[in-house]
């Protein structure tokens, strides 16, 4: 593993290692079926197939269609991308920006290797948009409020909203514009 994608390793959330809490306060499918969340707890494969797999609101507004990709299309890259429709996006995304023929689809792993990663977070940060068609860095460029950042949220991961992290992303957010800032 190289240093990159050890960094990377270090930034990502583990399905896995969700407790039981977590699964079903977070994760639709574990709303519903809280049960499956004490057998399920510590198996990340199984979590993501279930929560984001073809039978799944989640999965299905993800695009996953075949059994295994909620875990084969599981997040990567800095920004985490996830779901078959947007591993789909960006191979075309990809190929418009920046050229070559990376099928992202087809080899979802590339996003855990440079560029791939910084470039899918560049690509979604560019191309998603609410239902307003303001893309994310508009959104971002109104302020630091609590508003703002969760207009921004509701883009990149909408079913965070409610979390009690959210709170915290704001003060961060809010924190780290001051850092930058004002030195």
């Known amino acids: 593993m ?7 390793e270090l930034f990502r959330p583990s399905l896995g290692g969700y407790s039981v809490h977590t699964l079903t306060s977070l994760l639709g499918y574990y709303i519903q079926h809280p049960d499956e969340a004490i057998v399920d ?13 073809p039978h799944a609101h989640k999965g299905i507004e993800l695009g996953n269609t075949q059994e295994g990709d909620g875990w084969k299309y ?4 800095l920004k985490q991308i996830t779901g078959r ?3 789909r996006s960006f191979t075309s ?14 080899n979802p ?5 440079m560029p791939y990663s910084l470039r899918a977070a560049i690509w979604f940060w560019m191309t998603k ?3 307003d068609h303001q893309h994310c860095w508009q959104l971002a460029d109104h302020g630091v409020t609590e508003a703002d950042v969760n207009a921004v949220t509701r883009i990149v991961n909408h079913g965070e909203l409610g979390h009690p992290g ?18």
């Not at 707890?41 to 797999?53: D, F, L, M, S, T």
Request: no cysteine; net charge neutral; aromatic share 14%.
């Open 2 to 8: 190289g240093r990159f994608q050890f960094v990377l």
């Open 41 to 53: 707890h510590g198996h990340a494969e199984v979590i993501a197939n279930k929560a984001y797999g």
């Open 74 to 77: 599981r997040g990567r890259g």
């Open 85 to 87: 429709d947007n591993y």
């Open 93 to 106: 995304g990809y190929r418009a920006i920046w050229g070559g023929n990376e099928d992202f689809e087809a």
């Open 109 to 113: 792993d590339l996003l855990t290797r």
């Open 129 to 131: 948009t609410n239902h």
């Open 166 to 183: 959210a709170h915290e992303r704001v003060t961060n957010v809010q924190y780290a514009y001051s850092v930058f800032n004002h030195g």
